[in-house]
Every structure is written in C-alpha cells, then in structure tokens.
C-alpha cells in the first residue's frame, strides 16, 4: 500500500494505534523507519517511517467533486459567505513547508502546503466583537474542531487546497482542509465544509474524548517547542 492509499481506519482502531506511536515519539524516526522496512505491506497503517497514515472517524472516506465542494464562514460575523471551490483558489494564496506530526508519535517532514490563511477569510467576514474562537465542521456529518481565535490568526494556519504542488485527494481531506502548522494533526480538520465564528472554545471531536484541546507539537518532533506569534 502507498502512501497515497488507504483503508479506513474507525475510532477503536485509531486508539489502538497510540501505543505503537508511542513507541515512535520515545525513539525517534530512526527506530520508526527501519521498523518500516521490516514488516509487510499490510502493516502501513501502523506510525512506521516518514509516510501518511490516513483516519477516520465515520468507517469510510467521503468523497466531493472540486466543482460540487462549498465552504461557508458565518457565526459572529458582519459578511458572511460562502466560497466554491473556485473562488477559494483565486484568493491570495500562501504557501507553507513544515512537517506533519500526528499525535499518534509518525511524522512526515517537509511536506509543502498551498492555500489560503485563515485570518484573510476572517478579515473578509468581519469577525464582530465578542467572537473568541472558531468551530470547524467537515462534509464527513461528525467530525469537528476548534481554534481560540487568537490561534487562528496565526500566519501557519490555513485553509489547504494543494500538497505537494498538487490538489488535495480526498484521503488527504480534499477538495479543502484546515491546516494549522504548530499542532498535531488532529486539529488540522480535513473534508472542512463550515467555519463558525463563536464567543467560546468549542472543544472538538478528539477533544470531547479527553484529547488536548490546546495542541501544541510538543519535544517529540524536536521542533516547534514553544509556540510563538507569526
């Protein structure tokens, strides 16, 4: 199996897997990789090497056309809207080379992110007074998550459309998915369909089963200890 397959993987399965990420945070890459090279094909998706591995909370992937896909920006905000999939692309993009960690313990490193930051979209909607945070939904009908709104005005924070110099697949959380750079995977919400703009922290999916809501990448990659302003 590539990296640019799949197969689903629920919830249960997910939580099995910390303990092998574990494993993979208190050794380091070097022991993940040559694991890797080890085991057979099938054993992708466990957190070996320097690869994607692909979750999700519903038991299947879902799937929308580029031209089908719409992302709406509403809540506490004077204009609210909503993009196609077209009109996110024409906006002024940025482009971010950064590695992904999941909180699992694998990371893939220097991955390239095109896309649009999250504080333009903000500042086209008229975020009100008394807005504190942002609540993401995806087109998946369950997944969920949430950003302070001081976090989501963070130069690394994006909504993605291009990896790699390529369009999102869908595995990937295409045709759009939110990006945020310092924090584990799981607050990088994939298949976004809606951003909410609210007056408090709404913990998210992984959030409301005991997961840091807060979730700075932390030693474990070596990189982005202390997060700071950008």
Not at 66 to 86: F, K, Q
Not at 120 to 131: E, I, M, S
Request: glycine share 10%; proline share 6%.
């Amino acid at each position: 199996m590539s990296d640019n397959e799949s197969t689903p993987v629920g919830r249960r399965v997910f939580l099995g897997l910390l303990g092998a990420g574990a494993a993979g945070v208190l050794f380091g890459a070097r022991v993940q990789n040559v694991f890797a090279s080890l085991v057979p094909n099938w054993l992708s998706l466990l957190p070996l090497g320097d690869h994607f591995r692909f979750y999700t909370v519903t038991g299947g992937f879902p799937k929308r056309a580029a031209d089908e896909y719409s992302l709406s920006i509403g809540g506490l905000v004077r204009h609210p809207y909503t993009l196609s999939y077209a009109q996110l692309r024409a906006m002024p993009s940025t482009m971010l080379t950064r590695d992904f960690q999941c909180v699992t313990g694998w990371r893939v490193p220097n991955v390239h992110w095109t896309g649009v930051r999250l504080s333009h979209l903000l500042d086209k909607a008229g975020v009100q007074p008394g807005a504190q945070a942002l609540r993401f939904t995806s087109f998946d009908g369950l997944y969920t998550e949430s950003l302070s709104l001081e976090q989501a005005r963070r130069a690394d924070v994006m909504v993605a459309y291009d990896l790699d110099g390529k369009p999102l697949s869908s595995d990937h959380g295409g045709p759009a998915r939110l990006y945020v750079a310092p924090m584990y995977g799981y607050k990088s919400c994939k298949w976004l369909s809606g951003i909410e703009v609210v007056d408090h922290v709404i913990p998210g999916y992984w959030e409301n089963e005991g997961y840091d809501v807060d979730a700075w990448v932390g030693h474990s990659n070596g990189r982005d200890d202390a997060p700071t302003s950008s």
